[in-house]
């Protein structure tokens, strides 16, 4: 069974400057993908970032940019010039890769309040 | 609107009543999925439909809870004789199954609270 944790329970971070948020996981497949999350207070969750394992080049949006460890099993999500919109709970989650998996369901961590302070 | 909705966004109710949650996924999409996601956690899987067809259910979804999905359109998620452990957020996500990476797509869910 996979399983996805998130250790940072709350961070905070000032308006401009970077901020990284830790994932671990586990499992014993060989393709699969991560994948970060936003959930702003009260709104629906939004795709930030994901990444396929067999890439060994870390995934970028614009902002947001990650680490990624596979031997490590480690997936961090980096946010640099954070803006106050950003505040949100965000979660790392894993999916089975479609060629071992036919569900497409995603295994959540229990997730990081981020909170951007002016 | 195109995106995914779910009816309603909030219900309270008691212990022991039956309650019946909808959702509507993006139009064009074959793939629905049920989460459910308490208090400061992350969503949890709870079962997903290939077009009409509930493919996997998760230990989670006790005999108390039914789904379905008629003509692969809308869902409805029914939790009878409800509990107040059955209190959380239910998320419900759709995708287009193809080739490759599929993106889910998330409602704004429906809060239940049993009192």
């Known amino acids: 069974a996979q399983t996805v944790t998130q250790s940072q329970p709350e961070m905070s971070v000032q308006e401009a400057e970077t901020v990284t948020l830790s994932c671990t996981y586990d499992t014993s497949e060989n393709n699969y993908y991560l994948f970060w999350y936003k959930q702003p207070p009260s709104r629906q969750m939004i795709l930030v970032i994901r990444?396929?394992?067999?890439?060994?080049q870390n995934a970028t949006e614009n902002r947001f940019s990650v680490n990624f460890q596979k031997a490590a099993k480690s997936f961090s999500l980096k946010i640099s010039d954070s803006q106050l919109g950003d505040t949100a709970m965000y979660f790392c989650a894993f999916m089975k890769h479609e060629v071992s998996s036919n569900t497409g369901k995603l295994i959540f961590g229990q997730g990081t309040t981020l909170q951007v302070k002016p | 609107d195109t995106g995914v909705s779910q009816d309603p966004r909030h219900k309270i109710t008691k212990r022991g009543q039956n309650v019946t949650f909808r959702c509507d996924p993006i139009?064009?999409?074959?793939?629905l999925y049920w989460y459910r996601q308490t208090l400061g956690q992350g969503p949890e899987f709870l079962t997903y439909?290939?077009?009409?067809?509930?493919?996997?259910k998760s230990r989670l979804l006790s005999d108390r809870f039914s789904a379905e999905r008629p003509k692969g359109s809308f869902s409805t998620l029914e939790i009878q004789r409800t509990e107040q452990g059955d209190s959380a957020m239910y998320l419900c996500?759709?995708?287009?199954?193809?080739?490759?990476?599929?993106?889910?797509?998330f409602g704004p869910g429906t809060r239940l609270t049993v009192l």
């Open positions: 996500a759709s995708s287009y199954r193809a080739f490759g990476f599929n993106e889910q797509f």
């Open positions: 139009s064009e999409h074959n793939r």
């Open positions: 439909f290939q077009n009409e067809a509930q493919l996997e």
């Open positions: 990444q396929e394992a067999y890439k060994q």
